[in-house]
């Protein structure tokens, strides 16, 4: 996949696609989320078996982290 950040949209508050970006470990990705002002919308576990968490970025758009098992 590939692609770019776009500026000047409104955000995309309620996903109807819903994008995720797979990372090492969510539990502190979550960390960096919360400490840079992003907001958790989905707590890890919420996809059990898959180890996922939703945020909110600051500019309110909805993502997702996923973690590999």
């Known amino acids: 996949m590939s692609g770019t950040w776009v500026l000047g949209r409104p955000p995309a508050a309620s996903p109807g696609l819903l994008v995720y970006i797979m990372v ?27 180890i996922t968490a939703r945020f909110r970025n600051p500019g309110g758009n909805v993502l ?3 973690q590999q098992r």
């Open 24 to 50: 090492d470990n969510v539990t502190s990705t979550v960390d960096a989320v919360i400490a840079n002002g992003g907001e958790i919308v989905q707590p890890v576990g919420g996809d059990a078996p898959e």
């Open 64 to 66: 997702g982290v996923y």
